[in-house]
């Protein structure tokens, strides 16, 4: 495997079961519909994956825009949502291409740790940009150099026992570990940021940040920032 974008395409076991894959889902999207700030929003989730319960974020906003890297993923996405009026399936370049202050939430959810550090840089750039008055940035699920695998995995354990597939995660934690994820890992490696780290890096692309807590999804170990832009660059 080439990059994380091509695993992310393929049949990987990352979601250990059919009732894990759609509780995360939904724990996202319950996660983002608290950040809409208002039914008239238009609101991009990057980076979404599969984004199962994308429909309940789109009831609470005026358009959901669904920016995804992986075709596959893409095709998936166009298929479930294809019907929903206020939902757009749309490519990273699509999303370059939007007009300037186009959107008043912005939130990736577990994906800083996919990108380099070069293309986090050139995709604050973008996301400034469209951002409108007063709209928020939501980067989420950020892991902190100092986070192990290890709580990962107990974290992930945790979020089983409490939704009922427990054994499951067992099995495939050990899937996992032996599967191409682990190898691009060892391979790619994961993009880590302590939280000074990213503070600093979004103050110097133009945004007022603070942590917000709690972070989306089950991983408490993990941190997420609420950027705005501010008018300290042009642009
Ligand atoms: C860990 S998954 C997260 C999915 C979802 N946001 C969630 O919280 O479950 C990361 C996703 O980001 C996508 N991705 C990776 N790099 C990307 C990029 N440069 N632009 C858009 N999507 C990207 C991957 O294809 C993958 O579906």
């Known amino acids: 495997m080439r990059d994380w ?55 609470h906003c005026a358009t959901l825009y669904l920016c995804e890297a992986a075709p ?15 939902i757009a399936v749309v490519t990273p370049e699509e999303v370059a291409a939007m007009e300037p202050e186009s959107l008043d939430l912005i939130v990736a959810n577990s994906l800083l740790q996919y990108l380099k550090r070069n293309e986090l840089l050139a995709l604050l750039k973008v996301w400034r940009r469209l951002l409108a008055p007063g709209g928020a940035l939501v980067l989420a699920d950020i892991i902190d150099p100092k986070q192990s695998a290890l709580a990962d995995a107990l974290s992930l354990l945790n979020f089983a026992r409490k939704n009922g597939f427990l054994t499951a995660a067992f099995i495939g934690l050990v899937k996992t570990t032996l599967s191409d994820y682990r190898k691009l890992r060892a391979q790619l490696g994961l993009t880590t940021y302590a939280e000074a780290e990213m503070l600093k890096l979004l103050a110097d692309a133009g945004y007022d940040a603070a942590r917000l807590r709690p972070n989306l999804g089950h991983n408490q170990g993990r941190m997420a920032f609420r950027a705005q832009k501010n008018a300290a660059l042009a642009g």
């Open 72 to 86: 596959t993923v893409r095709t998936r996405l166009q298929e479930r949502f294809g019907k929903i009026a206020n």
């Open 5 to 59: 974008i091509s695993y992310w395409d393929s049949d990987h076991p990352i979601y250990v079961n059919a009732r894990h894959f759609d509780v995360h889902y939904a724990n996202i999207a319950s996660d983002i519909v608290r950040l809409v700030p208002s039914k008239a929003a238009r609101v991009l989730d990057y980076g979404c994956g599969e984004a199962l319960h994308a429909d309940k974020i789109a009831a």
